[in-house]
């Protein structure tokens, strides 16, 4: 399986201000996906992230307030712009795998004042 | 609509006892099935899969799942379970090979 890792680890953000999550995978894959786990709830798919493509958004969620870049086969970052308490959340992002399964990253704590 | 239950929102057992957790799902074709467990501060870690064949699949940590198409059930069970065990169970399903969609978890406690 992939060996992910993502920076920060947890940040403590003021309203209107952005933050740029990075997410390293150890080997080159073709889907990046990140996705957002809001306080005590389960994962919420923000968006598919293609090397070489626009990134593709679930409804709710649109680039202007979470824009994705994927450079490379290895690297993607995911940023929240325009921060608000409400998306105070973990955000992980993953890898697929050989047979769909995924890989998920240790996540990005974001707390919004 | 597509979706995945999970009927249980918190569940306790005494350490050793036995564990099944529940799991439903309504799709229009057999989907891939996944269990991940999210221990606390962690990220999610891949239990086991699903995807054809054998209807019951071992995972790691002595999990195992057993896909029911009659019940559209993927319920994920344990013999015997260990304090280390508990954490924050999700059932994950792809119809598309690509994007999971979760259930809302159960939350396993351990008692002595």
């Known amino acids: 399986s992939a060996v992910i890792s993502q920076k920060p680890s947890r940040d403590i953000c003021q309203r209107g201000t952005s933050l740029t999550i990075q997410c390293q995978v150890d080997?080159?894959?073709?889907?990046m996906f990140w996705y957002r786990q809001q306080p005590g709830q389960s994962l919420t798919l923000i968006a598919t992230a293609n090397q070489g493509s626009e990134a593709t958004y679930e409804s709710g969620f649109v680039i202007d307030k979470f824009p994705i870049s994927r450079p490379n086969l290895t690297f993607s970052t995911l940023t929240v712009s325009n921060m608000s308490p409400e998306d105070s959340s973990i955000y992980l992002c993953?890898?697929?795998?050989?047979?769909?399964?995924?890989?998920f990253g240790p996540g990005t704590r974001l707390t919004v004042t | 609509a597509q979706s995945v239950t999970q009927p249980d929102i918190h569940i306790t057992v005494s350490e050793g006892a036995s564990l099944e957790l529940r799991c439903n799902y309504s799709?229009?074709?057999?989907?891939?099935l996944f269990w991940y467990v999210q221990s606390p501060g962690q990220g999610l870690q891949l239990l086991l899969k699903y995807f054809s064949g054998d209807t019951l699949v071992q995972g790691i940590k002595g999990f195992e799942a057993e896909f029911k198409r009659s019940q559209s059930s993927f319920n994920l069970r344990k013999p015997s379970v260990h304090w280390s065990d508990a954490a924050e169970y999700f059932c994950a399903v792809s119809n598309s090979g690509y994007a999971l969609n979760f259930g809302k978890g159960t939350s396993l406690l351990v008692t002595p």
């Open positions: 993953s890898v697929s795998g050989t047979s769909y399964e995924q890989y």
């Open positions: 799709y229009g074709a057999t989907p891939y």
């Open positions: 080997s080159q894959v073709t889907m």
